[in-house]
């Protein structure tokens, strides 16, 4: 399994950036994907994730409605499109990878959504790629 991001980079604030994580090894149908960042001396965080098998597509409450994970599976890439970009949004992004299960019967999309975007979850990880986003 390997994972490379791309498309990093420098913007202004309300600029946009779109990150690639180019995937290799394993059918991106049965893995669930995610995007995580991570700034300086601050916890890892996740961003978004989505998996094809149980179909869905969380993001973190940060996001607010500006970023949209999509994948192409011709390519085998996700890609993460940023808007709207603030200085706060300024980390190291890293896409991880873990194979999809079915989960239980039961649980709620809420606590679903927080299960998928925490760090524990992910198997694999990218190297990462850096975002700044300038006043």
């Known amino acids: 399994v390997q994972l490379v991001e791309s498309g990093g980079g420098s913007v202004q604030t309300g600029g946009s950036l779109r990150l690639s994580c180019v995937t290799s090894g394993f059918n991106l149908d049965d893995f669930v994907i995610a995007w995580f960042r991570q700034a300086p001396g601050k916890e890892r965080k996740g961003v978004a994730c989505t998996s094809s098998m149980n179909s869905f597509t969380f993001y973190g409450d940060f996001v607010e409605g500006r970023f949209a994970l999509s994948s192409d599976n011709a390519k085998n890439t996700v890609y993460l499109q940023m808007t709207s970009l603030k200085p706060e949004d300024t980390a190291v992004y890293y896409c991880?990878?873990?194979?999809?299960?079915?989960?239980?019967?039961?649980?709620?999309?809420?606590?679903?959504?927080?299960?998928?975007?925490?760090?524990?979850?992910?198997?694999?990880w990218g190297q990462g790629t850096q975002v700044t986003v300038g006043t």
């Open positions: 991880a990878a873990t194979p999809a299960t079915t989960p239980p019967a039961g649980l709620g999309t809420e606590w679903l959504r927080r299960a998928y975007l925490a760090k524990g979850e992910y198997d694999y």
